[in-house]
Nanobody
Framework: QVQLVESGGGSVQSGGSLRLSCTTSGLAARNYCGGWFRQAPGKEREWVAAINNDRPAEYIESVKGRFTISPDNAMNTLYLEMDSLKPEDTGIYYC?????????????????WGQGTQVTVSS
């Protein structure tokens, strides 16, 4: 059974930092690439960052230079380091896994999802 479990969310003030973790089990890590999405209240879930196996990590424009996605050495945990947080970064953050051949920016490309972790940034 495939499981993705996020942790590390919380409440911070603008300019603060958080590190999200996503622990995976039941996946053949070498066949999958991870990504992070977020969903703000009243808005659709949007792609934030993605790992690729044949090119550098990709980020949505609004988080470039502030967020960093990375896997651990065993490829069982996916991290999202978030610095210089802004109120507009508030939302539920989800990790997800897809076949590395599929488009990293498409929600429908991801077959497995975590339950989400709340991030709240106050001004």
């Amino acid at each position: 059974q495939v499981q993705l479990v996020e942790s590390g969310g919380g409440s911070v003030q603008s300019g603060g930092s958080l590190r999200l973790s996503c622990t995976t089990s039941g996946l053949a890590a070498r066949n999958y690439c991870g990504g992070w999405f977020r969903q703000a209240p009243g808005k659709e879930r949007e792609w934030v960052a993605a790992i690729n196996n044949d090119r550098p990590a990709e980020y949505i424009e609004s988080v470039k230079g502030r967020f960093t996605i990375s896997p651990d050495n065993a490829m069982n945990t996916l991290y999202l380091e978030m610095d210089s947080l802004k109120p507009e970064d508030t939302g539920i953050y989800y990790c997800a896994a897809r076949s590395c051949r599929r488009a990293w920016w498409l929600r429908t490309a991801y077959a497995y999802w975590g339950q989400g972790t709340q991030v709240t940034v106050s001004s």
